[in-house]
């Protein structure tokens, strides 16, 4: 049965504006979120942060150099020893590295873990979780036939060869992948099904910054319309927060005041949506 998580989600606004620059840590939201979740609700939550976990194990195992991110869910010691509290994907992954055997071959390293991280995913026991990153990986290989597309032109025979540039980008080989892969229209033959890919391909004919922002406006939309049949209190509600939230640090780094513009958003729709049952 479905837990309420009425005190810890009407909390949220109001943990939000106590910081003085009105963006607490990262690392202090999920920690208040984790000790008030249950276990079980908390690894649903957990799995929103799971990519950066995944950047900084490849990090770490190919020496990039590039700093470690803390706002994920394991220390860079657990990720260096290989800790066996990280997941399955993960382990797989460490295993192969260690036999440098490639499970994917011609994929980055991490592109390799970023298909087993979707398929772990996939067997989640919560549909919210599921369409998220079923969309996010649909989302990625869209980007990618386009890029493809605007620097290759379409590559024919693509479904027999599949050594050409853009098999070894795509992660993944669900309807969307496949569609890529294979069809030659401009929408890939997917708008009918995924009515958020003609949105893409319009933000793909301007600017690079333009379209990370629009990129993000279209996650931010899909979080919202994904959650808007779902009880308010529940644990999806609070996955959605943190996944929105993760926007919000980005562009706080990449534009502060389009960040603090998708802030003050995000403060919005909690407080809109927050009505109090009646007993509490």
Do not use: C
Request: proline share 5%; glycine share 6%; no cysteine.
């Amino acid at each position: 049965m479905a837990r309420n998580y009425y005190y810890l989600i009407a909390g949220l606004p109001d943990l939000m504006r106590e910081d003085s620059k009105n963006v607490p840590p990262f690392r202090l939201v999920a920690e208040e979120i984790r000790q008030e979740l249950m276990p079980s609700d908390f690894e649903f939550v957990r799995a929103m942060t799971l990519p950066i976990d995944n950047r900084n194990l490849v990090n770490i195992l190919t020496h990039s150099g590039e700093e470690f991110d803390a706002r994920g869910n394991f220390s860079k010691e657990e990720l260096t020893k290989g800790s066996i509290d990280l997941p399955e994907y993960m382990q797989v992954f460490l295993a192969a590295h260690k036999e440098n055997r490639q499970l994917f071959p011609g994929l980055t390293p991490l592109d390799q873990l970023t298909w087993l991280f979707y398929e772990e995913m996939a067997g989640l026991d919560n549909t919210f979780i599921k369409e998220w990153f079923d969309f996010e990986i649909s989302l990625r290989n869209v980007i990618v036939g386009l890029n493809v597309r605007k620097g290759l032109g379409h590559i024919d025979a693509i479904a027999t060869e599949r050594d050409r540039p853009i098999a070894l980008t795509l992660v993944g080989r669900g309807e969307v992948a496949e569609a890529v892969l294979r069809s030659s229209s401009p929408d890939f033959g997917l708008s009918g099904a995924f009515p958020w890919v003609d949105k893409v391909i319009a933000l793909g004919r301007g600017g690079l910054t333009d379209m990370e922002k629009g990129i993000d406006d279209l996650r931010w939309e899909m979080l919202t319309d994904m959650t808007m049949f779902i009880p308010f209190f529940h644990v999806e509600t609070v996955a959605a927060f943190v996944q929105k939230l993760l926007i919000v640090e980005r562009w706080m780094k990449l534009e502060p005041v389009a960040g603090k513009a998708r802030l003050d958003k995000l403060i919005d729709e909690l407080m809109e949506s927050f009505v109090m049952p009646e007993g509490f």
